[in-house]
């Protein structure tokens, strides 16, 4: 079939249109169709109802096949929603996974600055511990051994 044959694409082969439009010639009509207000839009005839028959097919699946695209709207219409309530899910399990490492970091942080506190404590002790050794040292060798230093 080719393009201006008259044959509509929807029809078998070797079937052709005839309305009184395309009766008058292709020239005449080209013009008069368009600008004749006067003319009435008169559909093709086809023998018997073979014309009906084909507009009740091309309906029909035309029908069809918006059930099949409503039917594969509500499919993903059903995976979009599902798809929402698993991000939403993620989202909330990111927020708590931040305020759990937020909550370690403090933590960590405060575990650190009482590790320090304790290892400067630590260090006066040993400090004032060496201090006194040290003390005690002189002592003993002043007073000559003797705990008991009897020269004061």
């Known amino acids: 079939m080719q393009y201006g044959t008259g044959a509509p694409l929807w029809g078998k ?7 009184p ?6 020239a005449s009509s080209l013009n008069s169709r ?11 005839s086809l023998g018997g109802t073979e014309y009906a028959q084909q507009q009740t097919n091309i309906m029909e699946d035309a029908m069809r096949q918006q059930y099949e ?3 594969t709207a509500q499919a993903v219409m059903s995976q979009m929603t599902t798809q929402r309530y698993q991000i939403s899910g993620a989202h909330g399990n990111v927020s708590e996974m931040r305020e759990a490492t937020e909550k370690t970091k403090r933590e960590i942080k405060d575990l650190a600055t009482k590790r320090l506190r304790k290892k400067r404590r630590l260090q006066m002790i040993a400090g004032a511990l060496a201090l006194t050794d040290l003390f005690l040292f002189f002592r003993l060798l002043v007073c000559g051994g003797s705990f008991f230093c009897r020269r004061y």
């Open 69 to 71: 695209a409503e039917g």
């Open 13 to 19: 082969k070797g079937e052709e249109l005839s309305s």
């Open 34 to 44: 368009y600008q004749s207000p006067s003319r009435a839009y008169q559909p093709p």
């Open 21 to 26: 439009q395309q009766q008058q010639g292709q």
